[in-house]
C-alpha cells in the first residue's frame, strides 16, 4: 500500500528558532500535499494544501509566513515553522494525495513539535 | 461551505457490544464521506468511504456506514467491538475542490470496556 512518511517524528527546540518538517511519498507520486495541524483531543485542522511546483493555498487564519510550505518534487513538500514559539507546539500531520486518484489520500504518523 | 459534526465526543462501550458512532456533515454539493481511525500518537488510518453507488459501506475492522442523504448522515456502525478499537475515530467530507480538500470533525473516542 502508500506509504506516506514523516521525519522528524518528534522535536523540541527552542523558541526563537526555525523547525523543518519532511513529508514523503514513498511509492508513489503525489502531485498535492496537505498539512494539517491537531491539538490535544481536537481534530485535524487543514493548514495548507501544496501542490508541487507551485505556491502552497493557506487556509484562512494560517498565516503563511510563519508556516512556510516548499512542494519541491512529486514526492516530498517540506513545512517549516519559523522563529516557532510555545504556541506553536502540536501534532502536524501530512497527507499526500495519489496523482490521477481522485479523492485518494495518505497518511504519515505525524510529527510532535514542542518549543520550549 | 463544508461542516462535519460529530455528535458524540466520547462513546464508552462495553466489549462485544454494538456501537454507533454518529456523523452529520453540510455541503452544497455532492459529497466524498470518509471515516478514519488515529490510535495513540499514529497517523490517521481511512476505515471506509463512500463516494456513489451503494449507501451502504463496509470497511476494514468489521466496521460499516450508511450514507443518508436526507438526513445528511454517516453514522459508523460495528456489531461487536474489541478492546483493540478503542481509539479516536474522525469523520470526514471532500466535495473534490481544492484538489480534494478535506474537512475533518471533532472526532469521537471510542473507549471499549472489558
Not at chain 2, 459508523?76 to 484538489?99: M, N, Q, W
Request: net charge neutral.
Amino acid at each position: 500500500g502508500a506509504v506516506v512518511s514523516q521525519h522528524p517524528s518528534w522535536v523540541i527546540c527552542k523558541s526563537g528558532t526555525s523547525v523543518k518538517i519532511e513529508c514523503r511519498s514513498l511509492d508513489f507520486q503525489a502531485t498535492t500535499m496537505f498539512w494539517y495541524r491537531q491539538f490535544p483531543k481536537q481534530s485535524l485542522m487543514l493548514m495548507a494544501t501544496s501542490n508541487e511546483g507551485s505556491k502552497a493555498t493557506y487556509e484562512q487564519g494560517v498565516e503563511k509566513d510563519k508556516f512556510l510550505i516548499n512542494h519541491a518534487s512529486l514526492t516530498l513538500s517540506t513545512l517549516t515553522v519559523t522563529s516557532a514559539h510555545p504556541e506553536d507546539s502540536s501534532f502536524y500531520i501530512c497527507s499526500a494525495r495519489v496523482a490521477g486518484s481522485g479523492y485518494e489520500q495518505y497518511f504519515g504518523p505525524g510529527t510532535r513539535l514542542t518549543v520550549t | 461551505a463544508q461542516s462535519v459534526t460529530q455528535l458524540d465526543s466520547q462513546v464508552p462501550v462495553f466489549e462485544e457490544a454494538p456501537v454507533e458512532l454518529r456523523c452529520n456533515y453540510s455541503s452544497s454539493v455532492s459529497v466524498y464521506l470518509f471515516w478514519y481511525v488515529q490510535y495513540p500518537n499514529q497517523g490517521l488510518q481511512l476505515l471506509l468511504k463512500y463516494l456513489s453507488g451503494s449507501t451502504l459501506v463496509k470497511g476494514i475492522n468489521g466496521f460499516e456506514a450508511e450514507f443518508n442523504k436526507s438526513q445528511t448522515s454517516f453514522h459508523l456502525r460495528k456489531p461487536s467491538v474489541h478492546i483493540s478499537d478503542t481509539a479516536e475515530y474522525f469523520c470526514a467530507v471532500s466535495d473534490g475542490t481544492g484538489g480534494f480538500k478535506t474537512i475533518f470533525g471533532a472526532g469521537t473516542r471510542l473507549f471499549v470496556k472489558a
